[in-house]
């Protein structure tokens, strides 16, 4: 620690840090636009200027390390006329378009301008002009004119996104920011420029021009789409979302977030939101009121469990539901007596059911993420299904963290990864289980030994080893090996609620059906809560043959989907947005939120609609008054993290015997994860969201006969889709990669096992 | 793609930075494939930043930054006049026009041959010989008189350069 004094004040601070942070910590404001506390520094701006005692002329405070007794002025008239300087040379090119510029109320430069600025420009010369650019659907950079040249969204790109997508070209009076060949930005994490952005020039494409900053009220809420609880808030004008802007939060999602979270808003109020609770009779949807809706649903779920049995009932959920909805549901079904519910829906094994200890959760908090210095990650696409936590794994990396990666797909992390395995999904439990060896021998070369040669080691199991057909045999070995390496193990969970699901109870107990059996065999009645079967399931095909087949289907939902194929009530629930509720993490924080704005129409929170249910079909304990009760109940006064525990036992390790035939295998594209994100239309228009192709090595292109770029012919099980193929060659042999959760392949079968490719 | 000779000579090149440094060549390789090809299109720019492990917009920084990568057709023979202080002090706005109007092409522009590309240029750090012109970024002629300027383009007419 040195000693530094301030503006006259005495300041205890690190050595290393800059002049700038110091100020900060110490509360003081210094004027800058291209220092940012999570990018490099540039100190091309020059807005920062202050005087230095003993320093010959004004100095940037972001470039400027502190020194022992050095005494800094960020007042004084030298740094005033400094500043002012600059802000005068930074205006001469900016237009003065303000009353028209959507920055406009929130604009770092104008805030600035009105400190440092002059009344009127000297500058009568013509101003520089830079043309528009189209760099994809979510970020806007129609204006670039009024860049500054800061170059936070390229470091943001080369840093934390992992991709420079912009850069700074030409030179000079010419320099502008642009893509590559005018491509567009694809990061998942593109939205984070337009809140780095200190000026107009990259704004929100889908915000621009709905409203000024000042008209909005702000709502905290947490993220629905991904699981790491990022906090976030959700702006609000007339009772309608039209903004999601990050919060801060150090632990979980630091400043950023993740494009889906950013811009899942826009799939809230589409045309297909239920917003009437609708029944089916003689074959023909009419829309009814709740009273009605409700005792016919309640009517069918008595009528089957008198009848046919209590067993007959079936509920799911999706994991993306909160925690007090998936509560009540299994309060509701238990309360029939029914065991059969479940959020698991796209998971294929269950057979660590009740050899499980606890609730599966990260293993470790995701702040000690970035202290590890040793990753394993098992089956996971990680970039895509989590976004902002493979941002923090990145950071790490350039800290020393090693990360090897044991997968069935070699997609890009843009971030240094030191070993893989790349194997077909029916060779994954036999790759871990020789890296779990070779660790046990303490190996020193590979994945193991890089295990081995840890402090803090941790083994990360992501979406795809949870969907794997061998999951609980993945988790044993994961958790061999954190054994071995004094490590921890867990999941990446694949829904806001993942957790959440397992505290709330909604997961079947010894005697009940979970999410895999209630398909195989078929239930009576089904009670659906935000699912969308043909997209959420593991195996469509075999979901919807379930639900056609079914005598009462009561869907939860917030959106006329396919449900009006196959149910016969459809109940308008509200998304996250209009609810109360709680999300468990998967580090297993609890947080709750309040509804932002009112439900749409005559949607109600699902919580409410259960309630009703509950007590009309005569359950005990079903009066609640706030969700909040609820909640409290859920969680039964114990503190979560008493019941978070991956170990497991009583799973055996079996060598794979090798299924014929081409193996698929599915990821779940970043934007066809739940029902708000399919529908948001921006989102639907970046490339992430392009119709599925078929991916297969070119060898088996060759053998089959197609090129790549053809169209080929997939059929699994009963169904069949045509789509245009492409070769990957970083995949293994022997395998087809075809996304699941995407209408093109919703035809289609489980999302693991074999499958047929052909010519079309 | 880029060719052999071009790799070849890249892989030269590297020899003379760290291994875990690829990027530090970047500057010579656009303008091997400059040599190469006259131009350097997004295309070679792509190639590049594959062949040395770099960002493509990284490398696009770079080839549009330094104003001797052309990024467009130059002609065969590029000629690049310096037009900053010394130079026009000494008369390189005479220069440039007795240029402009022998070969019937204003600054940045290419004769209809494709043979001459006329364009301005910063100071070579030669200004002892202004007002002065180079030859495709490689040769450098100074003390520039509309005789001397006659006698280069003969030369490059009839293939001496």
């Known amino acids: ?760 | 793609m880029l060719s052999q000779q071009v790799t070849t000579l890249i892989d030269k090149e590297l020899k003379k930075y760290p291994a875990d440094q690829r990027q530090s060549a970047v500057m010579a390789a656009l303008r091997f494939v400059q040599d190469e090809k006259g131009l350097i299109t997004p295309d070679d720019m792509a190639d590049v930043a594959a062949y040395l492990g770099m960002q493509q917009m990284a490398v696009y920084e770079v080839a549009t930054f330094y104003h001797m990568y052309n990024l467009k057709p130059m002609g065969k023979h590029t000629l690049t006049v310096c037009t900053n202080l010394s130079c026009t002090l000494c008369g390189s706005g005479d220069t440039v026009a007795y240029l402009e109007k022998k070969l019937g092409i204003k600054m940045g522009e290419v004769t209809a041959d494709g043979k001459f590309g006329l364009r301005e240029g910063e100071c070579m750090g030669a200004c002892i010989d202004a007002p002065l012109l180079t030859l495709n970024n490689k040769k450098m002629c100074g003390k520039l008189t509309t005789a001397k300027i006659d006698k280069i383009l003969a030369d490059l007419e009839g293939g001496k350069a």
């Open chain 1, 1 to 760: 620690m040195i000693n530094i004094e301030i503006d006259g004040k005495h300041i205890e601070t690190e050595n290393g840090s800059t002049v700038i942070e110091a100020a900060h910590k110490a509360g003081i404001a210094i004027p800058h636009f291209c220092y940012h506390k999570k990018l490099s520094i540039a100190a091309n701006c020059r807005m920062c200027l202050v005087q230095v005692e003993k320093a010959p002329k004004p100095l940037p405070a972001c470039a400027t390390p502190v020194t022992e007794g050095m005494k800094v002025f960020t007042h004084s008239d030298q740094a005033v006329k400094a500043q002012k300087g600059v802000m005068e040379f930074l205006l001469i090119n900016h237009p003065l378009d303000c009353p028209i510029c959507d920055q406009g109320g929130e604009c770092l430069l104008q805030d600035m301008s009105v400190g440092y600025g002059g009344g009127h420009s000297r500058y009568q010369e013509e101003k520089r002009m830079v043309l528009s650019k189209d760099i994809g659907p979510l970020v806007s950079a129609e204006e670039m004119s009024r860049c500054i040249n800061c170059t936070r969204c390229v470091r943001f790109g080369q840093e934390i996104g992992g991709k420079m997508e912009l850069g700074q070209a030409f030179r000079t009076e010419h320099a502008e920011i642009m893509s590559f060949v005018s491509g567009t930005v694809d990061s998942e994490l593109s939205g984070n420029m337009i809140d780095l952005c200190p000026v107009g020039a990259l704004t929100s494409k889908p915000f621009r021009y709905k409203a000024r900053s000042w008209e909005l009220s702000r709502r905290r809420s947490i993220s629905a789409h991904d699981s790491l609880g990022s906090n976030l808030a959700v702006h609000t004008k007339n009772n309608q979302v039209l903004r999601v802007l990050p919060i801060e939060n150090e632990d979980i999602n630091e400043c950023w977030l993740s494009d889906k979270d950013r811009f899942a808003y826009e799939g809230l109020n589409t045309e297909d939101r239920l917003t009437k609770p609708m029944i089916k009779q003689d074959g023909k949807w009419q829309e009814v009121e709740w009273q009605v809706a409700l005792e016919y649903a309640a009517n069918g779920l008595r009528h089957i469990a008198n009848g046919a049995g209590a067993e007959q009932l079936g509920a799911l959920a999706t994991g993306g539901s909160t925690l007090e909805e998936m509560y009540l549901l299994q309060k509701l079904m238990r309360g029939m007596g029914s065991d059969n519910v479940d959020f698991r829906l796209r998971q294929s094994d269950f057979s660590a059911d009740g050899k499980q200890q606890g609730a599966p959760w990260l293993g470790l908090s995701v702040a000690d993420i970035s202290r590890a210095d040793r990753l394993l990650i098992v089956g996971s696409f990680l970039r895509k299904d989590h976004p902002v936590l493979a941002a923090r794994i990145r950071q790490a990396v350039k800290k020393g963290l090693q990360v090897s990666l044991i997968h069935s797909v070699d997609d890009d992390q843009q971030m240094h990864i030191a070993h893989k395995a790349i194997v077909a999904p029916d060779a994954l439990v036999n790759t871990l289980s020789q890296v779990a060896q070779a660790v046990a021998a303490k190996q020193t070369e590979g994945i193991a030994g890089s295990l081995v040669s840890g402090e803090r080691v941790a083994v990360l199991l992501g979406n795809f080893a949870q969907q794997h057909p061998q999951a609980a045999q993945l988790q044993t070995l994961a958790q061999q090996i954190a054994n071995a390496t004094h490590g921890k193990f867990g999941f990446l969970g694949e829904a806001a609620n993942s957790v959440g699901g397992y505290i709330a109870q909604a997961v079947p107990g010894a005697k009940g059906l979970n999410a895999a059996s209630m398909m195989a065999s078929p239930r009576k009645a089904y009670v659906l809560l935000n699912v969308e079967p043909e997209l959420d399931c593991a195996n469509p095909q075999q979901a919807m043959a379930a639900l056609q087949s079914a005598d009462t289907v009561i869907v939860l939902s917030a959106y006329k989907n396919k449900a009006l194929d196959y149910a016969d009530v459809l109940l308008p629930i509200a998304p996250f947005t209009e609810t109360s509720g709680t999300f468990i993490s998967t580090e297993g924080r609890v947080q709750s939120f309040k509804g932002a704005v009112k439900p749409l129409g005559e949607a109600r929170p699902a919580w409410k609609v259960l309630r009703v249910l509950g007590n009309l079909l005569k359950v005990d304990g079903f009066d609640f008054d706030t969700s909040e009760v609820v909640r409290d109940e859920a969680l039964k006064g114990v503190d979560v993290s008493i019941k978070l525990n991956n170990a497991i036992t009583g799973v055996e390790v079996k060598a794979e015997v090798s299924a014929a035939g081409m193996q698929r295998v599915s990821d779940v594209p970043i934007y066809t994860t739940d029902a708000v994100v399919r529908r948001s239309a921006p989102l639907q228009a970046t490339a992430d969201a392009a119709t599925p192709l078929v991916w297969m090595h070119s060898e088996e292109l060759n053998n089959i006969g197609v090129k790549s770029g053809m169209n080929v012919k997939v059929s699994q099980g009963s169904g069949s889709v045509k789509l245009a193929c492409r070769a990957d060659d970083k995949l293994p042999k022997g395998v087809v990669r075809i996304a699941a959760g995407h209408s093109a392949t919703a035809a289609l079968g489980a999302m693991f096992g074999t499958i047929t490719v052909e010519r079309a």
